[in-house]
T-cell receptor, first 111, second 108 residues
């Protein structure tokens, strides 16, 4: 059974640019959550999508947005990148319960 | 304010030396407490979910327990392959709050 797949694994972007990250959940999983992980702040919840609808949102600025498609694949977009957006972005999928399975993450570096 | 605190930040053990990791939390409406293991360069790997005080879960050398204010992850006779960062998270309704983790290093 394939796990959660995130692409790309690594990205380098310049301040002011925008970026789109992709997440393919485990087959059959309808919930997809996104997290930002940094050494200083740890894992912070960005948002969760379920059946193409945003169900929950963390405390991040509006520059961070996401969407989910009918096949449950999800994308996260960050506009007007700042140096502080450099982080590991993790996607997690779950079936119905709260147990989440994480992908390997996308390492974003903003220069 | 909902909050999760893990201690210690780092722990060095000799192989076979048992110990415990702590996760204390303040959250309104706890729906579940979760333990994850994270290896360098990888996403967290789910270990356990605990729902109510008094509950215990075991998996190989790991045992997780839950009280009303904290959870413990007990590691019995650890091996070097248990070296990783262990993360605790709590769920409040549909939001997850993660602790900063305990980095465990088990030396042979």
């Amino acid at each position: 059974k394939a796990g959660v797949t995130q692409t790309p694994r690594y990205l380098i972007k310049t301040r002011g640019q925008q970026v789109t990250l992709s997440c393919s959940p485990i087959s059959g999983h309808r919930s997809v959550s996104w997290y930002q992980q940094t050494p200083g702040q740890g894992l912070q919840f960005l948002f969760e999508y379920f059946s193409e609808t945003q169900r929950n949102k963390g405390n991040f600025p509006g520059r961070f947005s996401g969407r989910q498609f009918s096949n449950s694949r999800s994308e996260m977009n960050v506009s007007t990148l700042e140096l502080g957006d450099s982080a590991l972005y993790l996607c997690a999928s779950s079936l119905t319960g709260p147990e989440a399975f994480f992908g390997q993450g996308t390492r974003l570096t903003v220069v | 304010e909902d909050q999760v605190t893990q201690s210690p930040e780092a722990l060095r053990l000799q192989e076979g030396e048992s110990s415990s990791l702590n996760c204390s939390y303040t959250v309104s409406g706890l729906r579940g407490l979760f333990w994850y293991r994270q290896d360098p360069g990888k996403g967290p790997e789910f270990l356990f979910t605990l729902y109510s005080a008094g509950e215990e879960k075991e998996k190989e050398r790991l045992k997780a327990t839950l009280t009303k204010k904290e959870s413990f992850l007990h590691i019995t006779a650890p091996k070097p392959e248990d070296s990783a960062t262990y993360l605790c998270a709590v769920q409040n309704f549909n939001k997850f709050y993660f602790g900063s983790g305990t980095k465990l290093n088990v030396k042979p």
